[in-house]
């Protein structure tokens, strides 16, 4: 195997990272959707908390991207 | 794929160029800096001008200003308390600074210099690792500072939450302290992974416009559909840019509210 293609297929290994954040986001944003549906007067409060977990989570995404990055481009 | 990807320049919008001509040369003055005096400028003319008129009915400005002022204000206060109107100018500083990196860095501006390309574009100066770690070092230096100057050596009980069984020590310390110095690492690769991230997929995105464009007529029109994404992604990236700079400062409170309270 060339060293291109091992980086390919390494950037692309890099990323199954993504399928966790997918379920974290989805269960961040379900558990938000059921709490505004269950006492709407508290949605601003707890929109900021699903806007900070989304963000939390989102990171772990974005450092996985990071190395997938790093092994493609460097 | 491979050699695809060689073509596609993702990282050398990153690269950090000397600015204002040979005088700007001659001290190292990058881009990037240009762009923090900018971006703190602009703050600091949106707030002389808005708080200026004192009118009982704000204007436009003032009304932004005094929204931007309370926004920041009811954060620290609800994150860390009443003391947290003591570190207001700071949360409010380091708010408007990332939050200034983050949205100049998306205007298609090519004012002060120009790079390799022949066209450039205004730089994100939070796309870069050396700046975003250096703001979360100070900041965890400074809630460091706090705690041990509120609680003396009192703050090390921090490491070891009250109530939990003595036998787990060994265990719980360790797994705390880690956490505790984790914590730069995290804030500062969050917001600079974020910043990347997004400007390598503009760039990823443009490139296709060339490349199908490059094609033929029938590519040319194709050309539409990256294009259209770009335009979503601007939008995304507005919030993106508008959400880190909230993280970033809201995290900080989360810290400074651990350093005054300990738990």
């Known amino acids: 195997m060339d060293v291109a293609a091992a980086k390919a297929l390494g950037a692309g290994i890099a990323v199954i990272a993504l399928a966790g954040v997918g379920i974290g986001i989805g269960n961040i944003f379900s558990a938000l959707v059921t709490s505004v549906a269950r006492n709407p007067s508290a949605r601003d409060q707890v929109f900021g908390l699903g806007i900070l977990g989304f963000a939390l989570t989102e990171a772990v995404a974005l450092f996985a991207l990071l190395i997938a990055f790093l092994i493609l481009f460097t | 794929m ?3 990807a ?7 919008q990153f690269k950090l160029e000397t600015a204002l001509g040979p005088l700007g040369a001659s001290v190292n003055f990058t881009q990037a800096n240009l762009w923090m005096v900018i971006g703190g400028l602009l703050v600091l003319t949106m707030l002389y001008l808005g708080a200026r008129p004192r009118a009982v009915v704000p204007g436009r400005l003032q009304a932004l200003a005094e929204m931007s002022y309370d926004f ?35 205007l298609p501006l090519n004012f002060f210099y120009t790079d390799h390309f ?4 205004a730089f994100t100066y939070t796309s ?44 719980i310390i360790p797994v705390e302290i880690i956490s505790y110095l984790s914590r730069p690492v995290s804030l500062s690769i969050r917001l600079f992974a974020n910043m990347v991230a997004g400007h390598v997929m503009f760039e ?9 464009a490059a094609a033929g007529t029938i590519g040319t029109v194709a050309a539409v559909g990256p294009l259209a994404v770009n335009v979503a992604l601007m939008g995304f990236e507005l919030l993106v840019a508008f959400l880190q700079a909230y993280v970033f400062a809201i995290l900080t409170c989360i810290y400074l509210h651990d350093a005054v309270h300990l738990h």
């Open chain 2, 72 to 106: 920041v204000h009811s954060m620290c206060v609800d994150q860390i308390g009443e003391e947290g109107k003591r570190f207001f100018p700071f949360i409010f500083t380091l708010f408007f600074f990332v939050l200034m990196g983050n949205l100049l860095g998306l």
């Open chain 2, 2 to 4: 491979a050699a695809e």
């Open chain 2, 118 to 121: 022949g066209v450039g574009l």
């Open chain 2, 204 to 212: 990823v995105f443009a490139s296709f416009i060339v490349m199908m």
């Open chain 2, 128 to 171: 870069h690792i050396a700046v975003t770690f250096s703001l979360a070092a100070l900041v965890i230096v400074l809630v460091t500072i706090v705690a041990l100057r509120i609680h003396g050596l009192h703050f090390f009980t921090y490491f070891f939450p009250a109530g939990a069984p003595k036998l787990l020590a060994p265990l």
């Open chain 2, 6 to 12: 060689h073509t596609i320049d993702a990282l050398g």
